[in-house]
C-alpha cells in the first residue's frame, strides 16, 4: 500500500504543472478579462514551454481541425467555401496564441495578416475536387460509376494521390503565413518576384502534365482510348480534372518554397515543408477511412465524415508542430520588434485587414451555414442561398464600408507602441462561437445516429477548444504583462 502512495505522489509531483492547468481550466471563467495573483501563475520553465509552445497549440489545432474540417464538406459548404470556413478558424487561433498584447512582438509569426494569410490560402487549395481518388484504395479506378463500370488499380496509387493532394491543400496557406514573419524584407521587387515564382511553378506543373500525360493520369497507357472518351467515361473525365487541378497547386506550393530556399530563409523553409510534408503523409495514411466498412461491415455510420476529421487532425498536427520549429521565441533570433505586414509597415492597414479578414469569412460562413440548414431542413439550397445572398451580401459591403471609416477615424498614431489589437481576445471567442454555432447548425436531423454522434463529438471539441483559448487569453494578462490600451477599433 505504501508503495502505492509512494507511486501516486511520485506521478502527481512530477505532473504538478499539468494539474495546475487542469484546475486552473476548471475555476477560471471562460470570458472575463481579470488579473491572477502572482502565485497562482505557471513557474515559466523549459516544460512550461513545451506545453505552452507545442502540446497546447497542436491540441488546438487538432480541435478547431477536427470540427472544421468535417464541417467542410458538409450541406451548405464544400470547395472553396468548406475550406475558407477551416481556414480562418486556425488562422485566427495561430494570430491569438502567438501574438502579445503589445505592438511589439515575440514571435516572429505573430501579424494580423496571418488571418488573411491562411484563409485565403485555404480558399485557394479548395478549389479542386478529390473524390476520384478513394476508390484507388480499394482497387478500383472507376470510368463510369453510374453503370458500375471500373478496371482494377494497385492501391499504391491511392497513397501517391492522397499526398499530393494533401501537400498544397495545407501547404498553400502554410506559404502565406511564411509571408507574415517579421524581418521580411518589403521590397516590392521581393514581392513580385515571390509571386512569381509561384506562378511559375504552376504554369510549369500545367505545361508537364499536357506534355506527359502518361507520367500523372493512372493507366494511361493501357486506357488511353477510354482517357478521351469523356462521354463514355465520365470518372475519367473529372479524375484529369482533379490530377491536374492537383498538380498545379502543388507546382505553386513548390514554386514558393523554391523562392524561400533561394534567399535562404530557413525558417520559412522550414515552416512551409513541416505543413505540406506532414499533411500529405497524414492524409495517405488515413486512406480516406475506406478500410472502415471492411473493418466494421455491419455498422451503418458516417465513415467519410470520419475521414474528413481525421483529415483535419493530420493539418493540425502539421501546423502544431511547425508552431514549435519556428514560432517559439527562442526559435525566432533577432525577431523585429514590430510585427511584419506584405508591404511596408501600415499598423492601420494591418488593422483594417484583420477586421475585415474576420468579417467577410465570418459572413460567408454564416451564409453557407444557414443554406446547409435549410437544405436539411427545408429543401431548395439553391433558393435559399439567393435568398440569404440578398441580405448578407450588402450587410457584408456596409460592415467593410463602416471598417474602414472606423480604421480612418480612429488612426494608430505613428510611431505609438500601443497594442493594434486591444479586443483580441473577444474576436477570437467570438470567432470560436459563431464557427462551433454552425457545426451544429448544419449537423442533422439529430434523429440520425451519425448526426446526433457528431453533434456531440464538434460540442467535446469547442469545450477543448475553449479551454485552450482560455489559458492564453489568462497568460496575456499576467503581472507585467501591457494593459489593453487604446486605440480600439470599437468603444
Not at 465570418?362 to 445572398?389: C, D, M, P, Q, T
Request: positive net charge.
Amino acid at each position: 500500500m505504501l508503495d502505492v502512495v509512494r507511486a501516486a505522489y511520485s506521478m502527481v509531483y512530477s505532473h504538478r504543472h499539468l494539474f495546475h492547468l487542469c484546475f486552473s481550466f476548471a475555476v477560471l471563467p471562460p470570458l472575463g478579462n481579470f488579473r491572477a495573483p502572482a502565485a497562482d501563475l505557471l513557474i515559466k520553465t523549459d516544460r512550461d514551454s513545451l506545453l505552452d509552445d507545442l502540446l497546447l497549440p497542436t491540441l488546438l489545432f487538432v480541435a478547431v481541425g477536427a470540427m472544421t474540417w468535417a464541417v467542410r464538406g458538409c450541406s451548405g459548404f464544400g470547395a472553396s467555401n468548406g475550406c475558407l470556413f477551416a481556414g480562418v478558424t486556425w488562422g485566427t487561433a495561430w494570430w491569438f496564441i502567438a501574438r502579445d498584447p503589445s505592438r511589439a512582438q515575440s514571435r516572429r509569426y505573430a501579424s494580423g495578416w496571418v488571418v488573411l494569410a491562411m484563409a485565403a490560402g485555404f480558399a485557394i487549395a479548395g478549389d479542386r475536387g478529390w473524390m476520384q481518388w478513394p476508390s484507388f484504395f480499394n482497387g478500383r479506378l472507376q470510368t463510369n460509376t453510374p453503370a458500375g463500370e471500373f478496371v482494377a488499380i494497385p492501391r499504391t496509387y491511392g497513397f501517391v494521390w492522397l499526398f499530393i493532394a494533401g501537400v498544397p491543400w495545407a501547404g498553400l496557406a502554410a506559404c502565406f503565413l511564411a509571408w507574415c514573419g517579421a524581418g521580411q524584407s518589403n521590397r516590392l521587387q521581393d514581392w513580385l518576384l515571390r509571386v512569381a515564382c509561384g506562378l511559375a511553378g504552376a504554369g510549369a506543373a500545367a505545361l508537364l502534365f499536357e506534355q506527359f500525360p502518361q507520367l500523372f493520369l493512372p493507366l494511361y497507357a493501357h486506357l488511353k482510348p477510354q482517357y478521351a472518351d469523356h462521354l463514355h467515361n465520365p470518372n475519367l473525365a473529372r479524375l484529369i480534372n482533379d490530377n491536374r487541378a492537383a498538380l498545379i497547386h502543388l507546382g505553386a506550393y513548390l514554386g514558393f518554397l523554391g523562392y524561400e530556399l533561394g534567399r535562404r530563409d530557413w525558417l520559412n523553409v522550414k515552416l512551409i515543408l513541416t505543413v505540406g510534408v506532414l499533411t500529405g503523409a497524414g492524409w495517405a495514411a488515413w486512406q480516406n477511412w475506406s478500410w472502415a466498412a471492411r473493418v466494421w461491415p455491419q455498422v451503418r455510420f458516417n465513415w467519410w465524415r470520419c475521414w474528413e476529421s481525421c483529415g483535419g487532425i493530420s493539418i493540425g498536427i502539421a501546423y502544431g508542430l511547425a508552431y514549435y520549429l519556428v514560432n517559439r521565441r527562442s526559435a525566432a533570433a533577432g525577431v523585429c520588434s514590430q510585427a511584419a505586414s506584405p508591404g511596408p509597415s501600415h499598423p492601420n492597414l494591418e488593422r483594417f485587414v484583420t477586421y475585415a479578414a474576420l468579417l467577410a469569412a465570418l459572413g460567408l460562413s454564416l451564409k453557407n451555414g444557414f443554406k446547409g440548414w435549410a437544405n436539411i431542413y427545408v429543401g431548395n439550397e439553391e433558393h435559399w442561398n439567393r435568398v440569404l445572398w440578398t441580405f448578407i451580401g450588402p450587410a457584408l459591403l456596409a460592415g467593410l464600408a463602416a471598417l474602414a471609416v472606423l480604421v480612418w477615424r480612429r488612426p494608430v498614431p505613428p510611431g505609438s507602441k500601443q497594442d493594434l489589437f486591444p479586443h483580441s481576445a473577444r474576436l477570437t471567442w467570438l470567432m470560436l462561437l459563431i464557427q462551433n454555432f454552425i457545426a451544429q447548425l448544419i449537423t442533422g436531423p439529430r434523429t440520425n445516429f451519425s448526426e446526433a454522434a457528431f453533434s456531440l463529438y464538434y460540442l467535446a471539441l469547442f469545450v477543448i477548444s475553449a479551454l485552450i483559448l482560455r489559458h492564453y487569453a489568462h497568460g496575456k494578462l499576467e503581472p507585467g504583462a501591457p494593459v489593453e490600451t487604446q486605440p480600439a477599433l470599437f468603444g
